[in-house]
């Protein structure tokens, strides 16, 4: 089959999608990955056809103004930052992505390219599969992952509630660029107030989660929805590890990981300042890695050595211990490496991975980026090495999840819906 994949967001957001993408390739399908435009040598990379939607979330990110609320963590700020962008980008991505999905087979979407995704189906009359990295499905088993867990206490009904609230917040601050996008590229009517959740593209096939169930169990309210293991993009055969890294690592004990991936900070000399002072407290050996947080230093200890991107599935095995912002990405790689993890989270989804790591007993609490100070920091460190409870937990965790192969799963499935005739319909409903 020729697929199309739609990701949207920064790179944790849209890795997942390039291993699914491989995958499938793999399996013998033609696949087309349409992402971001800095996306093109990611996607290049794993040899898969690229077709890029305009924008550089990196650029976005790393805007002065937008570092400064996004360091807030006010979900509300963020949320009304990035529709106003939506809005911008929502004509452009429509014309690229109808473009794009012109004589496809099977469309495939995550949150990021939900609407866009449900909207091309639509207009193209092509079979549509939900492919989610969070959970975004309303169940009462748990609250939605951008409100705090502790309403779980008040029972099944709010729990539920919550995941309605958060589509809609996501659905309204999008539903004006949305509008625009029907009306002049795409030429449908507008799409309902509440959003298209009900529609026949989204109800017809079923939703695919790139989640260990033994990271979330499957809840037992969400029916045609398959937990089919993480989608991890491995390095190239061609990619190689830098000598000065190589060195640091044989030359001492396993050091501690810190980096914040695509988080920003608006003093990385601080930042860095911070977690220097807190490795000096804990004695440890650590990798600072720079991404795209501006996470910088010019003086380093000969304990600590930064580098810029590496492959998370290389390092992480290597290392005594991660911490990071708890990404969903960021965090499955963590946990794939059976080592203990330290969440640090600045915003979105990532408070929710940071307390399932705290319930799961594969790593301490969650600091709250704006809560985080060296001596905390330090005494998270001090406990993901000393306790022995929590590091063989993770080992086993780990264990569990490299048993798991959510890509050849999500290949297995497709085959069967196809075998099915489940989108051999051109009306795009499916049997």
């Known amino acids: 089959m020729r697929i199309i994949i739609i990701a949207m967001g920064s790179r944790g957001d849209v890795q997942p999608y390039v291993a699914l993408g491989k995958g499938l390739k793999a399996a013998g399908h033609s696949v087309r990955l349409a992402t971001h435009e800095n996306f093109e040598s990611l996607v290049n990379s794993h040899k898969l056809e690229f077709y890029p939607l305009k924008g550089n979330v990196q650029a976005f990110l790393e805007d002065p103004e937008n570092r400064k609320l996004l360091e807030s963590g006010n979900f509300l700020a963020i949320n009304a930052l990035t529709t106003e962008a939506f809005q911008r980008a929502a004509i452009d991505w429509a014309e690229g992505g109808l473009f794009a999905a012109q004589g496809m087979d099977l469309l495939i979407v995550g949150v990021g390219g939900l609407f866009l995704g449900v909207s091309l189906a639509e207009k193209l009359k092509i079979p549509l599969l939900q492919a989610y990295i969070f959970p975004f499905t309303p169940t009462q088993a748990f609250p939605a992952a951008l409100f705090p867990q502790s309403i ?12 309605h609230l958060f589509r809609q917040i996501m659905w309204q601050g999008s539903r004006k660029g949305d509008r625009f996008a029907r009306q002049q590229v795409l030429e449908l009517p507008t799409a309902p107030f509440w959003g298209n959740y009900g529609s026949i593209q989204l109800q017809q096939y079923p939703i695919l989660y790139g989640l260990s169930p ?30 000065a890294l190589l060195e640091f690592l044989q030359s001492g004990s396993p050091p501690v990981f810190i980096g914040f991936g695509s988080m920003v900070s608006r003093d990385p000399e601080a930042t860095a300042d911070l977690v220097l002072h807190a490795i000096s407290l804990t004695g440890q050996r650590a990798i600072l890695q720079s991404g795209w947080s501006g996470l910088s230093k010019r003086d380093l200890p000969d304990t600590v050595l930064m580098v810029d991107s590496i492959p998370h599935s290389w390092l992480f095995p290597r290392v005594a211990a991660v911490v990071h912002h708890g990404g969903a990405g960021t965090t499955a790689a963590g946990l794939r490496a059976g080592i203990p993890t330290i969440v640090i989270p600045f915003f979105g989804d990532q408070p929710f991975w940071g307390q399932r790591v705290a319930e799961l007993g594969v790593g301490t609490d969650p600091i709250p980026r704006k809560y985080l100070t060296a001596e905390r920091l330090s005494e998270a460190i001090h406990q993901a090495m000393s306790d022995q409870g929590v590091r063989q937990r993770a080992a086993a965790l780990g264990a569990k999840i490299q048993a798991e192969d959510g890509v050849a799963n999500v290949a297995a499935i497709i085959q069967e819906l196809e075998k099915r005739g489940a989108f051999c319909d051109d009306s795009g409903r499916g049997d």
């Open 214 to 243: 033994s990271v979330i169990a499957k809840p037992s309210d969400w029916q045609n929805t398959h937990m089919t293991g993480y989608w991890f993009l491995d390095e190239t055969t061609e990619w190689s590890p830098p000598l």
């Open 152 to 163: 779980s206490k008040l029972g099944g009904t709010v729990n539920r509630l919550s995941h």
